[in-house]
Each structure stands twice: as C-alpha cells, then as structure tokens.
C-alpha cells in the first residue's frame, strides 16, 4: 500500500529552524555571539546591497569619474578585500584573537561606507573602497 500524498509531504517538509534563544535539536539554544554575529552579517550585507547599486552614478554623475575610474576602483577594492582576506586569516590564527578581527572588520565597513557619501574625488572612493 503506497503512503497518501499527505503522508508524502509531511515526511519532506524541511524540519522547523529554531529562534534565537529556542533551544535546537541537542536541547542548548544558539550563543548569544552566533545570533548578534548574525545580525551583524545581515546589517552588513544590506548595507552592501544599498550602496553598490548606485555607487556606479554617484562617481560618474556627482563626482565627475569616468568608466575607467569605476572598473579600477572596483579592481583595486577587490583585490585589496582578497589579499586582506588571507592575511587577516594568517593573522587571526596567529594571534588566536579572532573576535577582535571580527569586530574590527566590521567596524570598518561601518565607518568606510557612510563616508563614501562625503567624496569629493573619484580617488576618496577607491580609498573608503578599499577600506570597506
């Protein structure tokens, strides 16, 4: 006898994802750490997702940069974001202070982006960039 459709969509539903401070599977809840790094995470990445759309018509509208100026920004920022990468990483193991790069990491990004708003130049950018 098969199982009925019903019986077939409760065993794949997806089993329920606990909240923060709900206690999970093993009976703990997730660390207050993990949920403001979290938080932090998702602040940072719609942050991200407001600026870099229209980072391309600020520098050639309001600053005045040409296609040259927004590919080499874009270039240079992701490489420096990269490199720093992996030797943040080499860094943090080394120091086995890995909050502190955390936070800092962060902070950077709290402070580079806001700041690009101020930007007189097309090279301010590519430094708040670079930064972030």
């Known amino acids: 006898m098969s199982p009925s459709s019903s019986d077939r969509h409760q065993a794949s539903a997806a089993p329920h994802a606990p909240a923060a401070g709900e206690p999970r599977a093993g009976?703990?809840?997730?660390?207050r750490n993990v949920v403001l790094l979290g938080w932090a995470s998702l602040l940072n990445d719609v942050a991200s997702e407001m600026l870099f759309?229209?980072?391309p018509t600020f520098l050639i509208t309001v600053l005045g940069g040409t296609?040259?100026?927004l590919g080499l920004i874009d270039g240079i920022a992701d490489a420096a974001s990269?490199?720093?990468k992996l030797l943040a990483g080499a860094w943090s193991d080394a120091a086995g202070k890995r909050k502190a790069f955390v936070v800092g990491g962060y902070a950077a990004a709290a402070i580079a982006r806001p700041l690009i708003s101020l930007a007189a130049a097309p090279w301010?950018?590519?430094t708040l960039r670079a930064i972030d």
Do not use: D, Y
């Open 27 to 31: 009976g703990a809840p997730l660390p």
């Open 53 to 55: 759309p229209l980072l």
């Open 67 to 69: 296609k040259t100026h």
């Open 82 to 84: 990269s490199i720093l």
């Open 124 to 126: 301010h950018v590519l």
